[in-house]
């Protein structure tokens, strides 16, 4: 295996993940202050669930993202 290839493909992976979740949360969370389904004031739960099925790792990231 080569580290430095490994190691760059796995951060372009994260890097498209983390900028298409941001992206996806932030227009949902636009919408649904629009809709009046949010106040602006909540705190929100988000989960992420990162699967690598081929060697078996599946993780669950949780956190609270706040709105204020």
């Known amino acids: ?4 290839t490994f190691n ?3 951060r ?4 498209k993940v983390g900028i298409t979740s941001q ?3 932030e227009q949902a969370v ?3 202050l629009e809709s009046g389904a949010l106040r602006g004031d909540e705190s929100l739960q988000a989960s992420v669930v990162l699967k690598v ?3 078996g ?3 669950t990231i949780t956190d609270a993202i706040s709105l204020e």
């Open 8 to 10: 760059m493909q796995l």
């Open 53 to 55: 099925p081929r060697i």
């Open 30 to 32: 636009r919408d649904a």
């Open 1 to 4: 295996m080569n580290e430095d």
């Open 12 to 15: 372009k992976f994260l890097k």
């Open 57 to 59: 790792l599946e993780v």
């Open 23 to 25: 992206r996806e949360v």
